[in-house]
C-alpha cells in the first residue's frame, strides 16, 4: 500500500486571518501605512481591496487622527494599520489624543519576527509597553491561531463602554505563519473581566429624579457621551420636559440645537459667560457623559459648592473624581436620560432660564459685537467663522484643530445638526484638524466636512493635503492665520508681561503648497472679500483651502483664567 | 497621618498586566511598599496583593477604582489592617563563626515563634513569619549576631469575611484548581 496521506485543508495565514476579521467585523475602511514588519498583511490586503478600502496616509499620525475623525463621525472603532517601530511610535499621539476623547481606535501594529523579540531588532520598540498608559487595551500576538479572537476582542472593547484606543502588536512570524486550525471569526458580545453597565441601577435614578424634581435653579451640562450613546433625542425630551438650561461641553457640541430656547452655551476656559458664572448659582447640577475637566471647573475648591451634583456616567471611575455627585448614576446616557424621563415632573424654569440672558447680552456687548462687526484693517477669526455659520446655516462637521481659532470655532458656530463637531479637546494635539476632517468626510461624504485650522497647527500634518488630494474628496480647509502661535502669545500677553517668546511663525505661502499638492485654493486678506471667499471655498466640488488672513494679535474671551473660578469670568 | 492600605486585585492571568498595573500607581507618584502576585485557587485568577501607605482615604477609594477599570481585572479591594489576616515572611541569614557567640535556638523557637531551616558552615538561615511589626522586632533582636542577608517578601492577605473568592468574582464558571 502507499503512503498515508493526511489531509492538509487549506488553512488562512495570519495575515489573512486579520484582513477576513476586519470583514467580518463589518470594517470597510483602513487608514494605514505599510513598513517591513507589517508586509505579509499588506500582501493579504493586496487580495481584500474589494472589500477593505485602504487609504494611504503620508505619516503615521495622519493615520491615527484619520481613524479618530472616521470614527467621531460613526461611533466606531476607526482602523489603522502601520509598522512596527517608528510607525508605532508616530501613532502614539493619536492614540492618547482618543484615550482623553473616549474613541474608539483599533491599531494593527506590526511587530518584529517573534525570535527577534527582546534583542534590539531593526525597527523593534517596545509598543505594548509604550502604548499602555495610553490604551483603553492593548495586546501582542505571536500566534496566528490568536488571530480571529483577538480581533473580535479589540473591537468589542474599543467600542463599548466608554469607548477607547486599542492596540494589537502583531509579530512577521505571526502575519506569516499559517494557522492550524480553521479560521472562525465570533464577535464577542461580553467579556468576564470587563462589563460596563448600560442601564442604571433603579434606585440611583430615584435618587437622581428627587433632586432633579425639588431643584429650583437646575442646570445641565451635557458632555460628549450624550453623543457617543446617541442621547441627543432623549436629551431633547427631556429638557423639553424639565425646562432645565443646557450647557454643552467642548466635545459635547451639538448634542443640541444651538438656537433650542433652553441652550444656554458652553462652560469653560473659553466658554460663555453666563454659562460658567452661573455654576456656581444653580442649585442641582445635572452632569451628563462628561468628566469634569479642569479646563471646566477652573479651581474645583470653589466649583459649584452650592450644588447638589447628579453625575450620569459610564465611566464608574471617573464618579467623584474631580466632583463629588450626590447621586452617581452610572450607566449609558442614552439609556438612562430614557430611563429617567418619566420619573421627572414636567416644569418650568423661566426666571432661571432668563438669568443666563443678561450674561449673554453683556458677553454679546462686549466680546461677540466687537468681534462680528469689527472696523480694524484685519479680519477677525470670529467674524470669519460667524459668517460660515450663517453661510453652512450650522449644519457643517466642523473640524477644529487647537489653540485660538478652536475656541472662537466653538463660541461661533451655531451647531444645528447632531454630531457635527471633531475637535482635540482633553489632549489638545495640534495638528488634529487636517487628518481628523479627512477620517470625518470619508466616514460621511455627503456631509460637508470643514478643517478650520491655525497656522502653526496646520504645519504639523500639512502632509496629509496628499492624501486629501489622492483621495479626491471634497474637504473644505480654512487656515485662520494670524501669523502666531496665537493661545500661547495671548497668554504672554496677558500673564507673562507680553514677553512674547517663540510664538511669531514665519510662514510658507499656504496656497502655493496646497496647489503644489493639487489643491486649489486662495488668500483673502480683505473683509470686502470674505463672503464670496467663503462662497468659493462651500462651493467647490474638490478639496478646497482658504486661508484667511487674520487680526494678529487678537484674544479670545471670555476667559477663566487657569486655576481661577467660573465666577472669574474677564470678558477682555 | 499615613495609614496603610492593602489593595487586593483580582486578574484573569494575562501576560503585561502587572505593568499596566503599576503605571496606575507611579503615575500619581505613589510608592508600592510591597507587591506579591499569586495563583488563586480559581483556575487562570491571579491575585496581585499591593501596600500602600497613604494620608487620603479618598485618593485610594480613586486609585481603587481605575485599578477596576483595566479590562483585565475582575475585582479590586482596598483594606484597612483591621480588616483582613495578613502575613509576611522573612529569612534571615546569621553568621555563626566558631569563636562566636552561638546563636539561641530555643529562644528564637519560642519565644520569637521563628525557625532555623537551614544550618550552614559558619551561618544559620532563620525564617520568620509574621506582620511586619513582628519582624521588626525579631530582626532588633537578631541584631546581636552578624546578619549577613535579610530579606522580606510581600504582603499576602485574605479578608474577615465567610466569603469565599467567588463571591466577589463576575459570575462564571470559576472551576477550582
Redesign the interface.
Known amino acids: 500500500m502507499g503512503q498515508t496521506q493526511s489531509y492538509q485543508p487549506n488553512f488562512l495565514t495570519g495575515a489573512q486571518a486579520i484582513m477576513q476579521s476586519l470583514v467580518e467585523q463589518g470594517v470597510t475602511t483602513i487608514f494605514g501605512y505599510p513598513g517591513g514588519a507589517i508586509m505579509p498583511t499588506y500582501d493579504a490586503l493586496y487580495d481584500y481591496q474589494d472589500r477593505l478600502h485602504h487609504i494611504l496616509v503620508r505619516h503615521e499620525q495622519g493615520a491615527g487622527h484619520a481613524a479618530q475623525g472616521y470614527a467621531r463621525m460613526l461611533n466606531k472603532a476607526g482602523v489603522c494599520m502601520v509598522t512596527s517601530g517608528p510607525g508605532a511610535t508616530n501613532l502614539i499621539t493619536p492614540i492618547a489624543d482618543a484615550m482623553l476623547d473616549s474613541t474608539p481606535l483599533v491599531c494593527i501594529v506590526g511587530q518584529v519576527r517573534g525570535n527577534l523579540l527582546g534583542t534590539d531588532a531593526f525597527q523593534e520598540c517596545d509598543v505594548?509597553?509604550m502604548s499602555?498608559?495610553v490604551t483603553?487595551?492593548?495586546y501582542?500576538v505571536v500566534d496566528a491561531n490568536e488571530i480571529p479572537e483577538i480581533m473580535a476582542k479589540a473591537f468589542y472593547?474599543a467600542e463599548t463602554g466608554r469607548p477607547g484606543p486599542v492596540l494589537i502588536d502583531i509579530t512577521r512570524t505571526a502575519q506569516s505563519d499559517k494557522m492550524t486550525i480553521p479560521f472562525e471569526y465570533k464577535s464577542i458580545k461580553s467579556?468576564?473581566?470587563?462589563?460596563p453597565r448600560i442601564d442604571p441601577k433603579a434606585e440611583h435614578l430615584e435618587a437622581a429624579a428627587k433632586l432633579i424634581n425639588a431643584a429650583k435653579k437646575p442646570y445641565i451640562l451635557a458632555g460628549h457621551g450624550v453623543l457617543i450613546s446617541g442621547a441627543e433625542q432623549e436629551l431633547n425630551d427631556f429638557v423639553d420636559k424639565t425646562g432645565i438650561p443646557v450647557a454643552t461641553t467642548l466635545l459635547g457640541m451639538s448634542s443640541m440645537d444651538a438656537d433650542h430656547p433652553l441652550y444656554v452655551g458652553w462652560p469653560g476656559m473659553h466658554g460663555n459667560y453666563g454659562a460658567n458664572f452661573l455654576t456656581n448659582s444653580c442649585d442641582v447640577l445635572i452632569a451628563i457623559g462628561m468628566r469634569f475637566d479642569d479646563r471646566i471647573t477652573g479651581d474645583l475648591a470653589s466649583y459649584a459648592k452650592q450644588a447638589k451634583v447628579v453625575h450620569i456616567e459610564i465611566?464608574?471611575?471617573e464618579?467623584?473624581?474631580n466632583v463629588k455627585a450626590d447621586a452617581p448614576v452610572i450607566g449609558d446616557a442614552k439609556s438612562a436620560l430614557k430611563a429617567l424621563l418619566p420619573l421627572v415632573n414636567k416644569n418650568e424654569h423661566t426666571e432661571w432660564r432668563n438669568e443666563f440672558r443678561k450674561y449673554d447680552e453683556e458677553e454679546y456687548e462686549k466680546i461677540d459685537k466687537k468681534d462680528i462687526f469689527h472696523t480694524g484693517d484685519k479680519i477677525t477669526m470670529g467674524e470669519a467663522v460667524h459668517m460660515l455659520s450663517n453661510k453652512t446655516k450650522g449644519e457643517a462637521v466642523v473640524v477644529t484643530d487647537v489653540g485660538q481659532h478652536q475656541m472662537i470655532t466653538n463660541h461661533y458656530y451655531r451647531f444645528k445638526k447632531r454630531n457635527s463637531i471633531v475637535t482635540s479637546g482633553g489632549a489638545g494635539t495640534m495638528g488634529f484638524a487636517l487628518p481628523a476632517a479627512f477620517g470625518a468626510k470619508v466616514a460621511l461624504p455627503e456631509r460637508e466636512v470643514i478643517a478650520i485650522i491655525g497656522d502653526g497647527g496646520f504645519q504639523m500634518t500639512l502632509q496629509e493635503l496628499g492624501t486629501i488630494a489622492q483621495s479626491g474628496l471634497p474637504v473644505k480647509i480654512i487656515i485662520l492665520n494670524n501669523n502666531f502661535l496665537g493661545m500661547v502669545r495671548q497668554w504672554q500677553e496677558l500673564f507673562h508681561s507680553r514677553r512674547y517668546s517663540f510664538v511669531e511663525l514665519q510662514n510658507p505661502d499656504f496656497i502655493t503648497i496646497a496647489k503644489g499638492f493639487g489643491i486649489d485654493g486662495h488668500k483673502v486678506e480683505d473683509r470686502t472679500e470674505l463672503s464670496n471667499s467663503l462662497d468659493t471655498l462651500l462651493n467647490s466640488k474638490t478639496p478646497y483651502l482658504l486661508e484667511i488672513v487674520c487680526e494678529k494679535e487678537g484674544n479670545v474671551f471670555p476667559m477663566v483664567p487657569a486655576g481661577g473660578s467660573v465666577t472669574n469670568v474677564r470678558l477682555e | 497621618m499615613l495609614t496603610t492600605y492593602t489593595i487586593s486585585i483580582f486578574t484573569t492571568n494575562t501576560v503585561g498586566l502587572l505593568n499596566r498595573i503599576t503605571i496606575i500607581f507611579t503615575r500619581r507618584r505613589i510608592n508600592i511598599e510591597c507587591l506579591t502576585v499569586s495563583e488563586t485557587e480559581r483556575k487562570g485568577v491571579s491575585r496581585f496583593t499591593i501596600v500602600i501607605r497613604n494620608e487620603n482615604r479618598e485618593f485610594v477609594e480613586k486609585l481603587v477604582r481605575q485599578i477596576r477599570k483595566i479590562t483585565d481585572v475582575l475585582a479590586v479591594f482596598g483594606y484597612l489592617d483591621d480588616e483582613i489576616v495578613f502575613n509576611e515572611i522573612a529569612l534571615f541569614k546569621i553568621a555563626t563563626p566558631l569563636q562566636g557567640e552561638s546563636i539561641d535556638v530555643k529562644t528564637i523557637n519560642l519565644d520569637w515563634n521563628a525557625k532555623v531551616v537551614h544550618w550552614g558552615l559558619e551561618y544559620v538561615v532563620v525564617e520568620k513569619n509574621g506582620t511586619e511589626d513582628e519582624i521588626h522586632e525579631f530582626y532588633s533582636y537578631l541584631k546581636k549576631w552578624e546578619i549577613l542577608e535579610y530579606i522580606k517578601s510581600g504582603r499576602v492577605a485574605v479578608g474577615k469575611t465567610e466569603k469565599g473568592l467567588v463571591a466577589y468574582l463576575p459570575e462564571g464558571n470559576w472551576e477550582i484548581v
Open positions: 505594548i509597553g499602555m498608559p483603553k487595551w492593548n501582542q472593547i467579556l468576564i473581566s470587563y462589563k465611566d464608574p471611575s464618579v467623584d473624581k
